[in-house]
């Protein structure tokens, strides 16, 4: 299994530009969500899919969107790129148990290293 | 609005030096505690507690969760420079299939 796979590994925005951060996971798992990390930050969410066709909001979600139409995919797209967008993003996967409610561990993928000029 | 606290921020230490790690937490529908491991790239998963006073065991590292009082410590004996990374706690809530994290501990194990 590749796991979480993310791509590009790195890349550089002019502001305004727009740009889709693709991930996929071949794990069969239900859930999926993205991530932000700043310098010195922890994790910070911006959207989340608990299953194809259903995606919600995080705690940043503005200026970004998701969909969901595969178990496998969870593409991130940038609208319109702001410098306050630069970060590194994680796309991350779990498996549910949906009799307990427990939210399992996460898997996730190398990142994206974004620089918003 | 779900809040995980870590303290402290960052830890220098010598090898064979014990570390202890703070989590506390405000979360509505607790479901699960977790802790990373992040080393310059993708966080790795350590432990994952669910019930008050379970201490997990992993080799040198041990983990215990305290419901009552609202945190969780990760414990690291017998420190070894390849312990040096940002340790994360998240915590799950809901069935939302969500979680939130600390802004992490960065531990760094001199030789």
């Known amino acids: 299994n590749a796991g979480v796979t993310q791509t590009p590994k790195f890349q550089v925005l002019k502001t305004g530009q727009s740009m889709t951060l693709q991930c996929a996971q071949d794990m069969n798992h239900e859930y999926m969500s993205w991530y932000r990390q700043d310098p010195g930050m922890g994790l910070r969410l911006i959207h989340y899919?608990?299953?194809?066709?259903?995606?919600d909001q995080g705690e940043v979600p503005n200026g970004y969107n998701v969909s969901r139409s595969t178990t496998e995919d969870f593409p991130l797209r940038l609208l319109s790129a702001a410098p306050s967008q630069t970060s590194v993003y994680f796309c991350a996967s779990s498996y549910s148990r949906r009799t307990s409610g427990r939210i399992n561990e996460q898997f996730f993928g190398p990142g994206t290293r974004l620089t918003v000029l | 609005e779900d809040k995980v606290v870590q303290s402290p921020l960052s830890l220098v230490v010598h090898e064979g030096d014990t570390v202890t790690l703070n989590c506390s937490y405000e979360v509505t529908n607790f479901r699960s505690l977790l802790w990373y491991k992040q080393e310059k790239k993708a966080p790795t998963f350590l432990f994952m507690l669910t019930s008050s006073g379970i201490e997990k065991k992993s080799g040198r590292l041990s983990s215990i969760l305290d419901k009552k009082e609202l945190f969780s410590i990760l414990n690291i004996t017998a420190t070894q420079t390849g312990d040096s990374a940002v340790y994360l706690c998240a915590v799950g809530n809901t069935n939302a299939g969500k979680s939130t994290f600390g802004d992490g501990t960065t531990l760094t194990v001199k030789p």
């Open positions: 899919s608990v299953g194809a066709g259903i995606t």
